[in-house]
């Protein structure tokens, strides 16, 4: 939970900037790395890797997840298998797909 | 009658209860985009035509370090109302509300350019989800402008009156705030830069 003395507010501040400057870097890298020309299939791991970096440190720190109720953790969980079912859901096209072709 | 929780912490969920709201509110949005997401995976994969339009990337990753920098603004706001400086949190969120009308300018350029090269929603695959994704978030954006202003304006004046209510106020707007930028730093890789 989120601290309270003066003191242990101002050392997260100093956090805040530290993952501000970690986000806006990244943000070069994924910009750069997109100029290389590098196949998609790598392509598409390095910005999405780059991307889920960026966002751990946005849901970590921003939106202090990284010190926060069970019940939270539990409600994201389940969000978490949905999010994986949606996802699997153009898996099953993909593989028709396959087959047709 | 008083609304419970609303400053007090909940003994069985150790939250206050907007807090726990909000949590469930951002895992039905991330339902939306997720399902959005999935159905750009689903054109992407399924599309033997698929044509990536080669879209503004400087203007995309300047918008990027708009929505980052408003993040910032959004936590330190919050974390001076917690060292009670009213008028640095007023400072912070003017700066988010002004960051935010600049996402929405550089969007509003962005679109006029590509209508200008005749690049529309109906014009291929790429085009619709492009313009669908960044529609709903650019909502989502101007929702949290909504918010922002009424919290300067006239939610501010619970400050004086319950300034812990507002507070947490501020951090659930916060945590919105975070997932809306949290959907751009995905946006950005998959639909410019992919």
């Avoid at chain 1, 993952?19 to 390095?46: E, Q």
């Avoid at chain 1, 298998?81 to 593989?95: D, K, R």
């Avoid at chain 2, 339902?31 to 054109?43: D, N, P, R």
């Avoid at chain 2, 700066?95 to 690049?119: D, I, N, P, Q, R």
């Amino acid at each position: 939970m989120s601290a309270h003395t003066p003191e242990e507010i101002r050392k997260e501040t100093r956090t805040y900037i530290v993952v501000f400057a970690a986000l806006a870097t990244l943000t070069v890298i994924t910009v750069v790395v997109s100029y290389l020309d590098l196949p998609t299939g790598a392509a598409v791991f390095v910005a999405l890797f780059i991307a889920l970096i960026k966002g751990s440190l946005v849901v970590a720190y921003f939106m202090h997840l990284i010190d926060e109720q069970r019940v939270i953790y539990a409600i994201l969980l389940f969000t978490l298998v949905l999010f994986i079912v949606i996802f699997a859901l153009p898996a099953g096209n993909f593989a028709d797909q396959l087959r047709v072709d | 009658m008083e609304i419970p929780y609303t400053v007090q912490v909940r003994p069985d969920t150790g939250l206050y209860n907007a807090k726990l709201g909000i949590w469930l509110f951002l895992a039905s949005e991330a339902m939306l985009f997720g399902g959005l997401f999935s159905a750009y995976v689903l054109l992407r994969t399924g599309d033997p035509g698929w044509q990536s339009e080669a879209l503004n990337v400087p203007m995309a990753m300047l918008n990027t370090m708009i929505l980052i920098t408003s993040s910032v603004t959004v936590v330190l706001g919050w974390a001076s109302l917690r060292l009670g400086d009213f008028k640095k949190f007023r400072l912070y969120f003017g700066l988010t509300f002004l960051l935010a009308c600049g996402f929405m300018v550089v969007k509003a350029f962005e679109y006029s350019a590509e209508f200008e090269h005749h690049l529309y929603p109906a014009t291929n695959n790429f085009m619709g989800i492009y313009f669908t994704l960044t529609a709903v978030h650019g909502l989502h954006v101007l929702g949290g402008m909504v918010v922002v202003a009424y919290l300067l304006g006239p939610g501010a004046k619970m400050w004086n009156s319950e300034p812990e209510h507002f507070t947490n106020r501020v951090e659930t707007f916060g945590l919105y705030w975070h997932f809306v930028d949290l959907v751009w730093i995905f946006l950005f890789p998959s639909l410019y830069l992919l």
